[in-house]
T-cell receptor
Framework: KAGVTQTPRYLIKTRGQQVTLSCSPI?????VSWYQQTPGQGLQFLFE???????NKGNFPGRFSGRQFSNSRSEMNVSTLELGDSALYLC???????????????FGAGTRLSVL | AQTVTQSQPEMSVQEAETVTLSCTYD???????LFWYKQPPSRQMILVIR??????QNATENRFSVNFQKAAKSFSLKISDSQLGDAAMYFC??????????FGGGTRLMVKP
């Protein structure tokens, strides 16, 4: 079974631009969550999507948005990029129903975003 | 809000020896899950072990085991027979009703040959 796939692996953007990151969950997983990892703030929760609906949102400005498609694939968008948005963005999927593993989140390899 | 604290930014262990990484958390919830994730230089976050709060028995996965003290809100990870491949950042994580993971700051584990 394929794992969580994130594309692209690396991105370089300039301030003011916008960026879209993609995440394909493990087959059969309906929940996708996004996290931001920076040296200063550590790992922080951005949002969770389930069945195309945002279920939870972390404490991030409205420039950060996301969506989920009917095949459970998810995209994350950051508009008007700032230098502080440089980070590793991690996507995680989980089954979310049935069985003892429903609460386990499986992570992708991340997208490294550099804002110049 | 839940918080997770890892008080050891860095730890070092000799190959084949045992090391324990500490984690404490704060929550008012009674039903939750705790996890240890490993992040090697490749940056891929890998699940090491998980513990359901309602279970009194400590989880074990091969060389990895936890000491879960619910009343003390403590969740330490013990790595036995340490191997060079165990060198990585280790993150303790809490998962409560919101289904979002709250992470500790991480512990960098170095393994000396």
């Amino acid at each position: 079974k394929a794992g969580v796939t994130q594309t692209p692996r690396y991105l370089i953007k300039t301030r003011g631009q916008q960026v879209t990151l993609s995440c394909s969950p493990i087959s059969g997983h309906r929940s996708v969550s996004w996290y931001q990892q920076t040296p200063g703030q550590g790992l922080q929760f951005l949002f969770e999507y389930f069945s195309e609906t945002q279920r939870n949102k972390g404490n991030f400005p409205g420039r950060f948005s996301g969506r989920q498609f009917s095949n459970s694939r998810s995209e994350m968008n950051v508009s008007t990029l700032e230098l502080g948005d440089s980070a590793l963005y991690l996507c995680a999927s989980r089954r979310s129903s049935g069985g003892v593993t429903k609460n386990i989140q499986y992570f992708g390899a991340g997208t490294r975003l550099s804002v110049l | 809000a839940q918080t997770v604290t890892q008080s050891q930014p860095e730890m070092s262990v000799q190959e084949a020896e045992t090391v324990t990484l500490s984690c404490t958390y704060d929550t008012s919830e009674s039903d939750y899950y705790l996890f240890w994730y490993k992040q090697p230089p490749s940056r891929q976050m890998i699940l090491v072990i998980r513990q359901e709060a309602y279970k009194q028995q400590n989880a074990t996965e091969n060389r990895f085991s936890v000491n879960f003290q619910k009343a003390a809100k403590s969740f330490s990870l013990k790595i036995s027979d340490s191997q060079l491949g165990d060198a990585a950042m280790y993150f303790c994580a809490y998962n409560g009703a919101g289904n979002m993971l709250t992470f500790g700051g991480g512990t960098r584990l170095m393994v000396k040959p």
